[in-house]
């Protein structure tokens, strides 16, 4: 048992943080109690004066495949990312994969999170090992994740149509060489790792992950809605991510993605969409009535310059919303606290009245509770007695709390991740005064230096490639952006839909 004793407390619905004592039995807050509520004989007494505790951060969404690759890119587009992904995630060796796992893990739990949605890429199709060495690494690390295996039956190029015949002679036969598994090969991988998994899945679970509607088969999707039907596992897959995304649906199904989905019957409470950028108002109906989940991702959305999502329509409609960085190849960092403050702001930049803007209470809720559930975890995101002990212990001395006047607003609007002092994860102290007790840090600094250098010479040829391809995806899939759509979801002139 442990005794937190002499912090203030975010009790859900609370946001004033009173003084309480919490005691830890194993991996579950088993009661708070006021101050000095309880002696604590026999107890280990851990020392939260001038602390916040607040629940842990849920990250929404991210990959773990990215870690490796981040900082690569600037001005990219969703789709010139796509077409980098072979160079920039391929050729991984099996500790390359738990390396950059790691990598993400701890970024995160420094940062004050303590789950992640992870849909983890692996090519040509998900191993038993590999999915292993990430779940591994969020278990040595002290994380909680659902890791999803991201996966495809269709190539970038075969799921853009016209984009091949849009490539010059040569050029069109290098890519069209790029192909993916069949879709009874994918489902049956998938099956492999579900049917082995190893791991608790109270701590690390697996979950689906075909990644985007238009690069899967109607097969292939209805395989994956079967599997999470039969192993009781969640789903998360990018939808509505980029325009090029949204108008592509209208060519390949005649309707938007989800519309294209929920045909497959495909949305259900364990359903996540990643994004959710270029949805309409039916769309979100169809996914609030089957109970799924939104994973809104501010800043990769600004940095590949894909719009904003509407999280004020999302809660409106009742969806469940969760806040994700995404991975770090395209959004370069994993801090929670700065994708919840985001998805609060941006909604104050789309031409609506303040009543309108997302509070920091609704960010701060999306970012804790509404991405446990996102996540499948049905006792993680608030500090109750029978929740587990995934608890942030902000310091009061940060200036950023200096003078403290509201506790949610500050956390949402001022903490940067640098008031993150100790990150406890199923009562293990994970990250002890700064400090994280579950890893190596300069050893994993230098197998990630010796890796990007090792992988940069193996993908040579392939970058050469995509550098190749890359102004005709651009031309492209910007002429694609560039036709006229239903649904606009730019700030400012454009903000109607
Ligand atoms: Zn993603």
């Known amino acids: 048992m442990i005794l937190l004793h002499g912090g203030r407390v975010l009790r859900p619905g609370s946001f004033t943080a009173e003084a309480l004592d919490v005691v830890v039995d194993g991996d579950t807050i088993a009661d708070l109690v006021p101050p000095d509520g309880v002696k604590g004989d026999g107890m280990q007494r851990l020392d939260a004066r001038d602390r916040l505790v607040i629940p842990g951060l849920v990250n929404g969404h991210t990959h773990a495949q990215g870690h490796l690759a981040k900082g690569l890119f600037d001005r990219y587009t969703l789709e010139l990312y796509l077409n980098g992904v072979p160079w920039a995630t391929g050729r991984r060796t099996l500790e390359d994969k738990y390396l950059s796992a790691a990598i993400g893990a701890a970024e995160m739990v420094r940062k004050g999170c303590t789950a992640s949605y992870d849909m983890f890429a692996e090519f040509p199709l998900p191993s038993v090992e590999g999915v292993g060495a990430v779940a591994k690494a969020y278990a040595d690390v002290g994380m909680r994740a659902s890791v999803s295996m991201m996966c495809a039956d269709r190539s970038f190029f075969e799921a ?48 689906l992950g075909p990644t985007i509607p238009h690069h899967c088969t109607d097969e292939f999707m209805v395989g994956c809605r079967d599997l999470a039907r039969e192993f009781a596992v969640g789903t998360q897959m990018h939808v509505g991510e980029s325009k090029p995304q949204a108008v592509v649906a209208q060519m390949r199904y005649g309707k938007t993605l989800v519309a294209h989905l929920d045909s497959l019957g495909m949305l259900a409470p364990g359903f996540c969409v990643a994004h959710g950028v270029w949805l309409d108002d039916d769309d979100r109906a169809r996914l609030a009535d089957r109970g799924a989940s939104i994973a809104h991702n ?27 960085t995404d991975g770090t190849a395209c959004s370069d960092n994993l801090n929670a606290f ?35 559930r996102a996540l499948g975890f049905d006792r993680i995101g608030r500090i109750e007695k029978g929740y587990k002990a995934d608890l942030v212990l902000l310091d009061l001395g940060a200036l950023h709390y200096v003078p403290l006047n509201d506790v949610v607003n500050q956390i949402v609007s001022a903490e940067d991740g640098t008031g993150v002092d100790s990150v406890m994860i199923g009562g293990r102290m994970v990250l002890d ?50 036709r006229p759509h239903p649904v606009h979801r730019f700030c400012g002139s454009e903000s109607g839909g």
């Open 338 to 372: 700065e994708a919840m403050r985001l998805g609060s702001y941006l909604s104050r930049v789309q031409g609506r009245g303040v009543e309108q803007w997302v509070s920091s209470r609704e960010a701060f809720r999306a970012a804790t509770e509404g991405g446990a």
């Open 298 to 324: 501010p800043g990769s959305n600004l940095k590949l310059g894909s719009g904003i999502a509407d999280m004020r329509r999302m809660l409106d409609a009742n969806v469940n919303v969760a806040i994700g």
């Open 433 to 482: 005064r700064g400090r994280l007790t579950t890893i190596d840090l300069p050893r994993i600094r230098a197998q990630a230096e010796e890796a990007v250098v090792r992988l940069a010479a193996a993908n040579a040829e392939q970058r050469a490639l995509a550098e190749k391809l890359e102004p005709y995806v651009g031309q492209y899939c910007g002429g694609l952006a560039a």
């Open 160 to 207: 853009i149509p016209g984009l091949l015949d849009f490539l010059p002679p040569g050029l069109r036969e290098a890519a069209a060489k790029i192909r993916l598994a069949p879709h009874q090969e994918a489902v049956a991988a998938c099956r492999r790792v579900l049917e082995t998994w190893s791991f608790d899945r109270d701590r690390v679970r697996p979950a």
